[in-house]
């Protein structure tokens, strides 16, 4: 048995974590802490390709005392694996560089398409990045590698290795002849030749070859585990993720896997008895890892300057902007003012920040001058110079926001520098979001910016499916088990027991035990690299020098290797650029109002207007900004904000946090009078009240919970830092543990008594991950705030800007259109006489839905079509088919919807004139082949929509004369069809939109539901009465908070009536929830201060022929 716990003098250093995608087992965390267990003074990670996992390993290596090295495996053009580790900052930047070049430099076609010949194209299965890309090859070339070798030391490499691979495939001379070409790039001092010992056959002759080598060429061997995972327990997954690296299954992958379980790490003993025969290889680990004294801590990474001019300096550049910024937005320089502003500067003058804020100063400078809408969020709403600049809309000095929640002298990173201040914008969502983004890459370089990491896991359906394909299970098995996990079924209310009982799964099924022990095992492992919601990390040369960058899957874009953990750890400043939605909502509004006369801004919405907040205390929010929820529509009528502070309060109360932390209800009882305000404890109340007195006494914001701990348990200002910090870094619940005890001996220390030590412990644990800060409260209710007055003032324009930004929010754009009509406004049909690709706002007010909500319409043909229109407007049918380029469905498909009816008495005499065109069109096309024979078009191979010219002037020769109108293809056709009924309108509506401007359809079938009570109607009825209600449901529901119960939203023609739905009445109907577009359910009446709802009792589907299916959204 191996010693443990006893300093080794041996050094794992080819070890590969889950990181290296299908290739390692183990986190990066849990092989530190078996190294560390096992004594190893150091642990190497040399993932393929990359350094994804060198962040994480140098953090918890910091924890457990234990060395991180950095390393990695590069692949070579052979398709090799050649296994590198730094020695110094030259050879870490070198590596980052080299790595970066393999996954950026354009390759020769030739040379790709040898490369996949050789090599399998990388699928969604064994892709490390987004698996919809189709991601080219990924190697460096010889060349490359010896350009970028100094400062990094080779390993030959196990069996994926340059020279084992020789051996085994081309013979001694050929493995001999790359040693030798190693051994020019790195000398002979930086190659070793790397031993390992897994008990397999055959090894024994490998090793003799490898010793006799080294000995020729005077190279030090070196023993390795070529580590694969932590202990013996994680072999099943490795071998599962073999399976999905080479697409096979487990019954399938015979040689391809290990044949035992000796990849995992050994103390220095075991790796000292395992190589008895080469005792020099195993002492040569710890000679190696002396050299290799490079950590992340001496990163070469420094955020950029902002250029100035000559006798200018950042500092007083960052002064003047901030000043003249204050006058512009503020007006008159109070001393008050002036003393929050120069006490900010002074701070992050003394900090070394101006460049930081001038920089993004500089961004929302150039977002302003193209009329982009950009606001700040998060913690920076609370300086008073960033509202100056214009980087955040909030004035803190009117609603008293602390400072030092952003930045304070104070706070500090772990390498003890000064921890930068976290700015995030955010801007439209789409394309002018993407334009800042790519401003960013032209002004630092291609290699100089790149976004931050997303890490995407295996959880859930993902690790459902894949097992289940390397098990070998049935297609129907796998739908079954994997289907649990759509967005109706809620699978994290269950445990795993009933979720395989819910899939069918026989509980005999003899896989099914492997199965659950490899889902539970692979949940949380890293599947691909994705990237973040819109972090970006820049520096003023080569990002690439600090980590390596990569493509992302979308088209323009590049990441690093690390998660935003990951950067903030090591110092890399993340600057986020997050598209909302419903900033573009506001955008195009403001530009709407503007094209109709009334300029508006976000800044000059007129602030706590009586209407809107009337609205807002009615819940007559749907389509508005984060108060639009079934949830928050429950709250507000009981909250009853009455100003936009209060507005504030509930953004951030329907929220996990609040929610598990069981402060939502006190808060509203206490503001509606029904509770006694009481700050935490009566012990405390004279320390407490200053700070919880705008909660009514509850701890709802993140800046209150850091207060709470700096009074009660004497925190400092670093320590409670280091506690928010904590609370957001969901990574690591030992960190959170640890900082929650000094929470707790510090409030002990000073006196207080346990009652009030638990319910701070109890607020602060579930405010982990969850804590809404203040000023990002107050940030988020301006949006709220803003989009309600549109809708309350210019509905027009807000509601057509909502639904050209689809999909965002909790309802779908039928739903929106049937809340603006019952509001009031008009709503008519697309049409190719007057509508746009977007929908727009007419003369009189009424909203026009764009052509972009018919299925399949090419957005290029209804521009084309546009610029048709704009010339001459369209006379007729025949004229539009003669002068537009859409395909037979496009014209089918707008005909179905009335696009057509201004060009036909009624849809089906549109249908039957374009499958007329189409017939006849088909027709001649085929006799104009045999004529166009020269021209080279197929017409087998052409559609209506995609004729050539030359057939076009073929079918118009043979075109009656009598038809010639103005150049139209086709005769004129009377219909013998009859007008389509309401119904059949609306059927047509919903398969070619999702969507109808007519009749709502529960409105066709009201006759036949005497006793179903209308949603308008419920607020006349008592609380606990019985009723019945039906409609089209339009949104499910069950949160992780709501303890199995399930919500779900009814839509009928007045109105929509919300149901609430009990577990175990959802157990029992839940394929009848999940799945049916419409439903009649009965149960009693609960009303609340203006809040009603159903609490279900039976639920039956609605199955009548003129109701549509409609798509519902749905949510956890």
């Not at 649990?484 to 896989?511: C, E, I, M, W």
């Amino acid at each position: 048995m191996a010693e443990v716990g006893v300093m080794s003098d041996y050094v794992e250093l080819h070890a590969s974590s889950a990181f290296s995608f299908l290739r390692g087992a183990s986190q990066p965390e849990d092989l530190a802490a078996e190294a560390a267990r096992l004594g190893l003074p150091a642990l190497a990670i040399a993932d393929r390709d990359g350094v994804y996992a060198a962040a994480r390993l140098y953090q918890a290596a910091r924890e457990l005392q234990l060395r991180a090295i950095v390393g990695a495996e590069v692949t070579l053009e052979d398709g090799t694996a050649l296994p590198l580790l730094v020695t110094n900052g030259t050879g870490y930047a070198n590596l980052c560089r080299l790595i970066s070049t393999a996954k950026l430099e354009p390759r020769e076609a030739a040379v790709v398409e040898a490369w996949r010949r050789e090599h399998p194209l990388v699928t969604p299965a064994d892709s490390h990045e987004d698996p919809r890309a189709r991601k080219r090859p990924c190697f460096a070339t010889w060349r490359e590698l010896a350009e970028h070798a100094e400062g990094l030391i080779a390993l030959t490499g196990d069996e994926d290795g340059p020279v084992l691979s020789a051996w085994r495939n081309r013979g001694a001379d050929a493995a001999a002849a790359v040693a030798a070409r190693l051994q020019t790039i790195f000398g002979a001092d930086r190659l070793y030749v790397e031993l390992q010992r897994r008990r397999q056959r055959g090894e024994d002759t490998a090793l003799c070859f490898l010793a006799d080598l080294a000995a020729a060429r005077q190279l030090p061997l070196l023993a390795t585990g070529g580590v694969r995972y932590a202990t013996r327990a994680e072999r099943p997954i490795a071998d599962v993720f073999t399976c999905l690296r080479e697409h096979t299954t487990l019954d399938a992958a015979g040689r391809l896997l290990s044949p035992n379980a000796e990849r995992h790490l050994r103390s220095g003993r075991a790796m000292a008895e395992l190589f008895q025969d080469y005792p020099e290889a195993v002492v040569n680990s710890l000679r190696l890892a002396e050299r290799l004294d490079f950590t992340l801590q001496n990163l070469d990474y420094r955020f950029p300057d902002f250029p100035v001019g000559p006798g200018e300096t950042m500092e007083s550049v960052l002064r003047e902007q901030t000043y003249a910024g204050a006058r512009e937005r503020i007006g008159e320089l109070t001393p008050k003012l002036r003393a929050q502003l120069d006490r900010e500067l002074a701070m992050i003058n003394k900090l070394g920040f101006p460049g930081y804020f001038l920089i993004v100063w500089d961004i929302c400078q150039w977002c302003h001058q193209r009329g982009i809408l950009i606001q700040g969020r998060g913690s920076a709403a609370n300086s008073a110079v960033c509202y100056a600049l214009g980087i955040t809309a909030v004035n803190p000095l009117r609603y008293r926001l602390l400072f030092e929640r952003f930045l304070s002298e104070g706070r500090v990173g772990k390498d003890g520098h000064p921890s930068w201040p976290d700015i995030d914008l955010d801007l439209p969502s789409g394309d002018l979001r993407e334009s800042v983004i790519q401003e960013i890459y032209q002004r630092y370089a291609p290699r100089g910016a790149a976004m931050v990491a997303n890490v995407i896991t295996y959880r859930g359906r993902s690790a459902a499916r894949e097992i289940g394909k390397v098990l070998g299970l049935p297609g129907d098995v796998l739908d079954r088990f994997s289907a649990l996990y759509a967005n109706g079924d809620f699978p994290h209310t269950l445990d795993l027991a009933q979720q395989v009982k819910l899939s069918g799964l026989p509980g005999g099924h003899p896989r099914l035990p492997a199965m659950l022990a490899l889902y539970r095992q692979m949940q949380g492992l890293p599947r691909h690299l994705g990237q973040h919601s819109g972090g970006m990390v820049f520096c003023p040369n080569r990002l690439d020098r600090v980590v390596p960058i990569e493509n992302a899957s979308m088209e323009g874009r590049r990441v690093v290797q690390w998660d935003k953990d990951d950067c903030e750890e090591l110092g890399l400043v993340k600057v986020d650029f997050l598209g909302l939605g419903m900033m573009a909502v506001l955008q195009d509004a403001f530009a709407l109002c503007t094209q109709r006369g009334e300029p508006l801004t976000l800044h000059t919405v007129p602030p706590e207007d009586p209407e809107t907040l009337a609205t807002i205390r009615r819940a007559d929010t749907i389509g508005v900004f984060q108060v639009e929820s079934r949830a928050q529509q429950a709250t507000l009528p009981r909250l009853q904000p009455q100003n936009f502070y209060d507005v504030a309060i509930a953004v951030s109360i329907v929220r996990p946090g609040p929610i598990a932390g069981r402060v939502s209800h006190p808060l509203i009882k206490r503001r509606a009078g029904e509770e006694k305000v009481v700050y935490l404890d009566e012990s405390v109340e004279h320390l407490m009240k200053p700070i919880l007195e705008r909660t009514w006494g509850v701890i709802l914001f993140q800046e209150q919970m850091l207060e709470t701990a700096m009074v009660l348990a004497g925190f400092s200002g670093a320590q409670a830092e280091e506690l928010r910090r904590a609370f957001g870094f969901n990574r690591n619940t030992a960190r959170l543990r640890k900082v929650v005890e000094q929470l707790q001996l510090g409030m002990r220390a000073r006196g207080h008594s346990e009652a009030v030590v638990q319910k701070v412990l109890e607020s602060s644990t579930t405010f982990a991950g969850y804590g809404f800060p203040e000023s990002h409260a107050i940030s988020f209710a301006l949006l709220a705030y803003a989009s309600t007055w549109l809708k309350v003032h210019r509905p027009a324009e807000f509601t057509a800007s909502l639904l050209n930004n689809q999909p965002m929010g909790f309802y779908s754009p039928a739903t929106l259109i049937q809340d603006a009509r019952r509001h009031g406004l008009k709503v008519k049909a697309g049409c190719v006489q007057r509508s746009s690709w977007e929908c727009t706002v007419e003369a009189d007010d009424t909203i026009r839905i764009g052509l972009r909500y018919v299925k399949g319409l090419r957005e290029a043909n209804v521009r084309a079509m546009l610029a048709q229109r704009a010339a001459r407007a369209f006379t007729s049918i025949d004229d539009w088919l003669a002068r537009t380029s859409f395909s037979a469905a496009e014209r089918r498909a707008l005909a179905a919807v009335g696009a057509l009816r201004t060009l036909a008495s009624h849809r089906r005499a549109a249908l039957w004139q374009v499958e007329a065109a189409w017939s006849a069109e088909e027709t001649l096309l085929q006799q104009a082949g045999q004529e166009s024979s020269g021209t080279g078009v197929s017409p087998v191979e052409s559609t209506p929509g995609d004729t050539t010219k030359e057939d076009r002037q073929i079918i118009t020769k043979r075109m009656p004369e009598s038809t010639d109108m103005g150049g139209t293809l086709m005769p004129r056709t009377a219909t013998p069809l009859a007008p389509m009924t309401p119904a059949e309108r609306m059927h047509a509506d919903f398969r070619g939109m999702n969507l109808t401007v007519g009749t709502h359809p529960m409105a066709l079938v009201r006759e036949r539901l005497p006793d179903v009570w209308r949603a308008a109607d419920l607020p006349l009825g008592r609380d606990g009465e019985r009723v019945k209600v039906a409609g089209s449901v339009i949104c499910r529901q069950r949160p992780g908070t709501a303890k199995g119960f399930v919500f779900v939203s009814l839509e009928d023609e007045t109105g929509i009536a919300n149901v609430v739905v009990y577990p175990d009445l959802f157990e029992q109907r839940r394929m009848t929830i999940n799945e049916e577009p419409a439903l009649c359910i009965v149960g009693r009446m609960q009303s609340d201060r203006g809040v009603i709802h159903v609490k279900a009792e039976t639920i039956e589907a609605l199955n009548l022929a003129e109701l549509p299916t409609q798509t519902s959204h749905d949510f956890r």
